[in-house]
């Protein structure tokens, strides 16, 4: 998948934030081997995302973060800027 693909996929997700941060949790439990608790794998997930925003340039010493309100419109304006991942 190109950048352009990536972007167009992105942007046609209708999935909530709370939606992707839950199918994302579940796959780091499964992963686990069902060996950690919900607890553990919300926290594990939290760090994998703060692990990604920090490759990516998005953490807190950057401020451009991915807006996790509902909104798209950070990413588009990331996309449209030419960032790539």
């Known amino acids: 998948m190109d950048t352009k693909e990536l972007w167009e996929f992105v942007k046609n997700d209708k999935r909530t ?16 081997g069902g060996k950690l608790s919900e607890k553990e794998s919300i926290e594990a997930t939290r760090n994998l995302i703060g692990f990604c925003e920090t490759v990516m340039g998005l953490g807190k010493n950057n401020r451009k973060r991915l807006d996790v309100t509902g909104g798209r419109s950070n990413m588009e304006n990331e996309a449209e800027s030419g960032f790539v991942a």
Do not use: N
């Open 17 to 32: 934030p709370s939606e992707i941060f839950e199918e994302l949790r579940q796959q780091v439990q499964e992963m686990s």
